[in-house]
Structures are given as C-alpha cells and as structure tokens.
C-alpha cells in the first residue's frame, strides 16, 4: 500500500507529501478566503494529467528512437458548473519540436499512453470528456 500524506499548515494551506517522499503546496482559492499562494488541488489533477502522460511519451518515443528537443503538454480543462466542481472537458494538447520527426511514431506513442497506460487519463476519462491534439514543429 502506498500512502500520501496531507498536513494543514494555516488558513486554507496544506502540505501534501506524496509516498515518495516528495511535497507539493496546496491553497485554497482567494474566493473561499485563501491565499492563491500555491496550486489548488483541482489545479493538481490536470498537472498529474500531464505528468502522466508525458511520461508515457518521452518513454516510448526513446524507445522509437525519436530525436527531439522540445516537447510541452498543454492542458485545457473546463469545470462543471454544479459542485462537485469536476472537470467536464479536458483537452490535451502535445507539442513536439525536433528535426524530421515521424509523425506516425508521435501518434502511436501519445495514442498508447491515452488509451492504455496513463493511470490519471484513466481516471479523469471516467467523468469528463477527454480529447487531445498533436503538433510537430520541424526545425
């Protein structure tokens, strides 16, 4: 079993310590009366989204042996407008920058990470309309 750890500090503040070891800020938003001073926990899950991700990407793109030099994951999300505030729509867009890269490598690689192994896609698929969108700039 593997066990995080979220420990309030003041106000709307908490630390999250993730099994790793690892710790992340959290705060609530100005409206509820926090600060803003770190990420909102919704906020979180679309940065875990494309942690996720582009993880899966990177990998099996060393694996395709893909030559790139910049790759960014842009993460659109629109709330629900009822609570629980969920996201409604998400939308992934992969952009890629290298020299003569396969676009049919690209596709395959973001395809697999969205339909088979991205845990958080999985989860977030459940209740909200996932899309996604590529774009490779050559140079």
Known sequence: MKTARVKWVENFKF??????????????????????????????TLIALGGCTGIDVVSMLKKM?????SFEIVVDAEPRT???????????????TGPGIDESKIKKA???????????????????????DYEIISD
Do not use: Q
Request: proline share 5%; glycine share 10%; charged share 25%.
């Open 110 to 132: 973001i395809e697999l990470s969205e339909e088979k192994y991205c845990s958080v896609s999985a989860m977030l698929r459940a209740s909200a309309e996932l899309t996604y």
């Open 15 to 44: 630390l999250g310590t993730a099994p790793s070891g690892h710790s992340i800020a959290l705060d609530g938003p100005t409206e509820i009366g926090g600060e803003g001073s770190a990420v909102k926990p919704g906020e979180l």
């Open 65 to 69: 042996r893909v030559d790139f030099h």
């Open 82 to 96: 009822e609570h629980p505030r969920s996201w409604e729509k998400i939308h992934v867009k992969y952009i890629i």
